[in-house]
Structure formats: C-alpha cells, structure tokens
C-alpha cells in the first residue's frame, strides 16, 4: 500500500524522501510525489510509474531545494493513477500539503459540504478531501485544524502535513494505518515503516491510533487528539540496513527464499530450551491452555494458507477443534466466539486491515487473542493479547516466503505445546518432533541447493496458461501456497484443489500438456491421491509431483519429481513449499515479470 516519508532538518529534504521511498517500493505503488517548502513556498512534483520518473524529473532531488519535505508512493484506490491523482495533495492556495496512506470513508460527504462552501477539486482522490478540510478548519493553529478535521474522517490514515505558515514543523498522524517517527542527528524523519528511515536512525517510535506527531528544532513532540502531550518510548531496532537490501541476488524474493534456514532456526531457537517447548509469550498456563475448547484461525493469503496447515497439527497433534477462517470473511460473519474460544490471527506486516479488524472485533467480544506477527510494533503486536513472533527479519518482496515459512514453524511449536499441556501426545513423541524441527533448516539448505534442476523445469513453462495445484489433507494446504505463488508473480492462472475434488468439476479444465503439480506428503494418503494424479493423466496432463525420498511409487504417474526429505508428516509443509517458490520465481523470471513488485499488489494491505 502506499507509502509516507517525511523530512525536517538540516539538510535538504528531496534526496532523502526519495531515498526513503525507494526503500518503500516493495509496498506497492503506482505514482509517486514530493512537496518541499522552499524557503518561500511549497514547490512539489508528481509522477506516474516507477520512483525513477520522479527521480529523472527532479533531477534525484536537486530540483526541490528546501530542508523541509514529505514524500509518497501511491497504490490506487480512488481515482486511477494519474499525475493529478498522485499525492501530495494541496488546499486551492497551495499553503497545505497532505500525504495520505489509507482510506477516507466518508470522503464523499465531505468532499460534498466542501464543494457547498466554494472548494474546488482538482483530483478524483479521497486524500484532496483531507487538504481541503484542513484548510477549512485552519485560522493559524496547525494543531487545532488537525484535531478538527481529525474528529470529522472516518476510515483509516496515515498522514504527513506541511503548513507554509510554520516552515520549522513537519506534522504526522495516524489511525489505523502504520505511522513511525524517529530523530536523527540532522533531522527528525516520519515514515510508513521502518526501512525509510532505517539509515538515519535504530530508534523509532511507533504512533498509536489518533495521536499526532509534531516536529520542530529538532525535537519530537506527540499529541492526542486533545492536544495533550503525550510520552512515547523509542523502540530500538535490531536488524540492520542491510538486512533489507538484496546482498547481490537479483531480487529480494530469491534472496529471501535463501534466508529461509536462518529465519526458521530463528524462530523455533529461542522457544525450545533444553529440549523443551517454552513459549513464554503465550502468557498462558497449561490448566488455561486446558481451558480452550475451540481455536479460531483467522489471516489473509499466505497467512491464511499456514492457518489451514496448521488446523491439520492442531486436530492431529493436540486433538482441538480448530475453525480456519479469511479475515475479510470473519468479520462480517457474526462468528461464535464464546468463553474457552482463542483467536489466533497470523500477520507477516501486522497491519492487515481485515486481520486486525478481526482481532479487534474478538476482542471486543471477551475473545482472548493470539498474534503471530513478525513485524515487531506492528497494530496487530501491539493490540493482541499476546504475541508470538517469527523471526524472519524484514521482509521486502511482495511475495512472502520466508514470513510464511517461520509463522509455519511458530504454529507447529504452538501445536506442540497445546498437545503436551493437553496430554494427547507422549513425551517420546515430542522429542522425535523437536529432532525433525532441529533438522528443517538443514533440510530446506539442501532443497535450495537443487534450484537449478528446477530453474530448467520452469523454464518450459513460462507460456503456461493454466496450471494446477493439487494435494489431500497438508498437501491441499501446500497447494494452496504453491498456487498463489505462481500466479500473483507469474500472471499464469492457477488454482488449488483438494485432489479428490477434481472429479467435480474442475477435471474438466485438463487439457494436453496442461501442468498438474501434485503434492503428495502424507504417507496414508499417497494410494489415493497418486490415483488423482492418474485421472489427470489419462486426459493429457503433465505431472509434476513433489513427495518424500523414497516415495518412488509416484514414478508411476508423475513425468517429473522432486523429493523432499523424510520429516514429521506435519512438518511436510516447511520442505515441500521450497522447490514450489523455486518454480514460481523462476517462471516469472522467465517471463520477464516484475517479480519484488507484482502488478496491483500491495506488501501491506492497509485497507479493507
Ligand atoms: C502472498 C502474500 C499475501 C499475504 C497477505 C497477508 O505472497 O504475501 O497473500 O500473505 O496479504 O499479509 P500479512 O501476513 O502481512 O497479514
């Protein structure tokens, strides 16, 4: 979604917006802008396309003088993308700049009273309402006008604010979409998220819903909507700049399926001690663990596709009920949520708007929440009962893969640990469990080094025009990840299928050389699932097949096979996803995509 930057200090502003905003690319965007005061008025420039129009156009910054800015990249939502469209956005006398990450719901009816009191629109967008808006409220107290216009929008916002009348303030709110500041030794700095602002400074204050931000001298100083001060306290942030740079891989998405060893260890390392499971953030005890009758599973995509998985080792392991649910469908479906239940949302960002609206609306309901988030200080961290992150660092291509494959590791620890405190398993069990988890980082390393034999396969089907993902049971929940990662950075169209519901319907769409990738992990399941496959086969499909080493019976049917290690038929998932991301990247490379920044896609999905 789109993305804030903003800049008051010593040095000139426009490098480092652009600079900032080039770190977040990886959100989504379709046009990008700066506004900067130049010591006499507020100078901007806009563009659709890529950061580097903007760039050219600017001359990399040095076209807007000034030491004062706010910069954005704009992923479309009302109004196309367009130079006019793009932020930022201005009142009539151009003295007020706005940039805006969100949504106005009620941009209509005031963009109505607006026009009934003389306004005049330039663009189709709901962020011109809040210039407007401010500007109608504005009589010499920034403060005031921000509070005021504040009171009257509804939806989500994250805001930057220029003033021409105060040159020495940089102005920031937020509510509910994701806002930091930080102070650094020329300049204080307000961004969407951390990489903008990370070469500047470690220490960095995450705003809360409604509070505001300003910056002056040097100092930040933070408001509620009431105009009180407000105290924050900084977070320091551990990782580095580099860690969000590409360390010479092509693409981050390459670079972050590599990291997938580390970010597993990571994450599984500092929750089992002395072959234990502790997960202390749970906050839970095993009598209020015993407690839950019921687990709700709730994210979006790649989230969600970790939640199924996680519903088959949560019924097998710990013998708990558990509902799997897409956020943008629980909220609305008035859900049985009644005491014993827990709600488990799963976030990579922690910002997703239909996730974290389902965390609340639990909330709301007396429902205890779990989140498993891994960016740290994100909305959802901080608003879920408790947390549990995954480890994966920051995460920057659009595509997730290593953010998916720690929430897989995070859930298994969780489902281990409910199995102990509920005694559905035995401690034998449990420690052959913890062995095959000490083992995926290595494992998923060796499946790595087979990238080039894949490389070669994908390479025959970058003119795909359909391509299916079957599997039973875990292996329907890889599919499903398999699937979308072809498509969303491909363009092939593809879908999931739970294998022994191809006969109804979907078998239809076989044709010669249509490409089936099955996936077939689950030992009591091969017999049925090798007989999907050669129901396909009989009507011209080309089969490729992901199963164990020494599954040698699926030989039968598949035309090409990758084996993966032997491990826990509930870890199947961590090893099996690695050659299908493998594929996806390398059919996409093939096909000259954008792979780090699929079109339409967003990385944080901030509105509903
Ligand atoms: C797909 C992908 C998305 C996200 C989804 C949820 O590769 O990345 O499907 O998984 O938008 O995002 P988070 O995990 O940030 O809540």
Redesign the pocket.
């Known amino acids: 979604m789109c993305g804030i930057v903003g800049y008051i200090g010593a040095k000139q502003a426009a490098p480092i917006l652009l600079d900032g905003l080039d770190k977040l690319e990886y959100r989504g965007y379709d046009s990008a802008g700066m506004a900067v005061y130049d010591g006499k008025k507020i100078q901007f420039a806009k563009a659709r396309g890529r950061l580097k129009i903007l760039r050219e156009l600017t001359h990399d910054g040095a076209k807007l003088p000034g030491c004062l800015g706010i910069g954005h990249t704009r992923w479309a939502t009302h109004g196309v993308p367009s130079n006019t469209n793009a932020h930022p956005h201005f009142n009539e006398a151009e003295t007020i700049a706005v940039v805006h990450n969100g949504i106005i719901e009620n941009y209509a009816r005031l963009k109505k009273m607006l026009v009934g009191k003389g306004y005049r629109f330039v663009s189709e967008t709901d962020t011109e309402v809040v210039a407007h808006l401010l500007d109608y409220y504005y009589e010499g107290d920034p403060m005031d006008a921000i509070c005021k216009a504040m009171q009257r929008m509804e939806g989500s916002y994250a805001l930057g604010i220029i003033f021409m009348d105060h040159p020495g303030r940089l102005y920031a709110v937020r509510k509910d979409s994701p806002l930091i500041a930080g102070k650094a030794e020329d300049g204080c700095l307000i961004a969407s998220d951390v990489p903008a602002i990370l070469k500047y400074t470690r220490d960095v204050y995450f705003l809360q819903n409604e509070e505001i931000v300003c910056m002056e001298a040097g100092q930040i100083n933070f408001f509620n909507i009431d105009k009180d001060p407000i105290e924050k306290t900084a977070t320091t942030i551990e990782w580095d700049v580099s860690a969000a740079e590409k360390a010479g891989y092509e693409h981050f998405m390459l670079k972050e399926i590599y990291e997938q060893p580390k970010a597993v260890l990571d994450t599984l390392n500092p929750r089992i001690r002395n072959g234990k499971i502790e997960i202390e953030e749970l906050g839970m005890t095993d009598e209020e663990i015993r407690a839950i009758h019921k687990i709700y599973m709730v994210?979006?995509?790649?989230?969600?596709?970790t939640a199924v998985t996680a519903k088959y080792v949560f019924e097998g392991l710990a013998r708990i009920p558990v509902e799997t649910d897409l956020a943008s469908e629980f909220r609305y479906r008035d859900p049985i949520l009644d005491e014993g239940t827990l709600l488990i949302v799963?976030?990579?960002?922690?910002?997703?708007a239909d996730?974290l609206a389902a965390l609340r609306e639990a909330k709301q309901r007396g429902v205890r929440v779990l989140g498993i988030v891994?960016v740290v200080g994100s909305s959802?961290a901080r608003e879920a009962d408790n947390v549990m992150y995954t480890w994966a660092g920051p995460e920057i291509a659009?595509?997730?893969?290593k953010?998916?494959s720690t929430?897989l590791v995070a859930e298994y620890l969780l489902a281990m640990k409910f199995a102990e405190a509920r005694g559905t398993v035995t401690q034998q069990e449990i420690d052959d469990m913890l062995l095959d988890l000490r083992r995926l980082p290595q494992q998923i390393e060796l499946l790595l080094d087979h990238k080039e034999k894949l490389q070669r396969f994908a390479n025959r089907y970058v003119a795909a025009r359909d391509v299916f993902f079957i599997g039973r049971g875990i292996d329907y929940a890889i599919s499903l990840e398999g699937s979308?990662?072809l498509k969303?950075i491909s363009y092939i169209h593809s879908e999931a299928y739970a294998a022994g519901e191809l006969k109804h319907g979907t078998i239809s769409l076989i044709e010669e050389g249509t490409l089936v990738a099955a996936v077939v992990t689950q030992k009591d399941l091969y017999k049925k699932t090798i007989s999907n496959m050669v129901e396909v086969k009989t009507r011209g499909a080309f089969l490729l097949a992901v199963t164990n080493e020494g599954n040698t019976e699926v030989e039968k049917a598949a035309d090409y096979v990758v084996y993966i290690p032997e491990t826990n038929k509930y870890f199947t998932n961590s090893l099996a996803v690695i050659p299908l991301q493998i594929f996806s990247y390398y059919v996409a490379l093939g096909k000259g995509c954008d792979v780090d920044k699929p079109r339409n896609l967003a990385?944080?999905?901030t509105v509903e």
């Not at 799963?346 to 997703?352: K, L, N």
């Open positions: 994210a979006c995509g790649s989230a969600y596709h799963v976030s990579q960002s922690g910002e997703t996730t891994n959802i659009v595509a997730t893969t953010a998916y929430q979308l990662k969303e990385k944080s999905v």
